[in-house]
């Protein structure tokens, strides 16, 4: 089982680092480490067991933040109380993005980001997610609002960006009055 210790900081200098595409079939070895991905993020939205496992709550979570730099990602949804969808999407890419933008009101968070961050992160309110699933079947996802934003998030992370990247500096809520909040 993943722990807290086992994910990147933001101040290790791997999360800059460009993930590469993978090659299939998948070795024995990411099968293993998506599972654990897929069991750390499923278990750290259920309190009681993110309580028992000392987890921080994620949804998302790139390769890279375990320091494996290839280019997937896995992301486990709670579209309703206790009732996930899990994604898994390797070698992705945005092959369609709405005109909308949209930021999360309380801020984005991070698993490799252990502190509150002020400011918003501009992102799609829709976006078209190409890849290939777990074995190496093209799949397109179509994502809208949080699962939009967590796909963007995991994305950047594999092109070495992390949010807090995102957001300006002097101007932490700049743009805010031309983006919706969700």
């Known amino acids: 089982m993943l722990k807290n210790s086992d994910i990147l900081d933001e101040k290790d200098k791997r999360l800059k680092l460009i993930s590469k595409e993978v090659q299939f079939p998948l070795t024995k070895k990411d099968k293993d480490l998506i599972n654990k991905m897929i069991e750390y993020l499923h278990d750290s939205q259920i309190e009681e ?3 028992k496992y ?6 998302g979570m790139a390769a890279i933040q375990l320091g494996v730099p290839k280019r997937y990602f896995v992301v486990v949804n709670e579209y309703d109380e206790g009732q996930f969808e899990t994604y898994v999407i390797i070698n992705p890419k945005i092959i369609s993005n709405s005109m909308e933008q949209i930021y999360v009101e309380g801020g984005e968070g991070c698993l490799s980001v252990n502190r509150p961050v002020e400011g918003i992160v501009p992102r799609y309110a829709r976006v078209t997610v190409e890849g290939y699933d777990i074995d190496g079947k093209k799949i397109n996802v179509r994502a809208r609002e949080e699962l939009a934003i967590a796909f963007q998030h995991e994305i950047d992370h594999l092109n070495g960006i992390l949010f807090t ?3 300006d500096k002097k101007n932490p809520f700049k743009g805010q009055d031309e983006m919706r909040a969700i």
């Open 54 to 59: 000392n987890l921080r709550p994620g949804m």
């Open 49 to 51: 067991l993110a309580e």
């Open 165 to 167: 990247d995102k957001i």
